[in-house]
């Protein structure tokens, strides 16, 4: 389960990324000593949140994710969503 470490921080996944909003619909996700942006769009209704999966095809330097690692970071992402309350995420694009 994510932990959250403050609203400066963010929170820490399973996989050991730090998550951070950047703003509404926009996260920070650092693993390593790499970034990624992703685009989390806040829904109202059926859906909380739908996550952009073109979000996660490169790191903010343009070095493109291997497919296995981009899975697993979109699983890790949706964990984070869900610990914070966003219950019904989906996957998009």
């Known amino acids: ?5 403050d609203r400066v921080l963010g929170s820490k996944t399973e996989l050991g990324a730090l998550v ?4 509404r619909d ?4 650092v693993l390593g000593d790499r970034v990624c942006m992703i685009y989390a769009e806040l829904q109202i209704g059926e859906i909380d949140r739908i996550i952009d999966r073109a979000s996660f095809d490169q790191w903010t330097d343009g070095t493109s994710i291997p497919e296995d690692m981009r899975e ?3 699983a890790d992402f949706k ?4 610990s914070i309350g966003n219950r019904r995420v989906v996957i998009g694009g």
């Open 26 to 29: 926009e996260f920070r996700y």
């Open 1 to 5: 389960m994510p932990t959250f470490l």
């Open 20 to 23: 951070r909003p950047t703003c």
């Open 72 to 74: 697993r970071m979109i």
């Open 79 to 82: 964990a984070f969503l869900e």
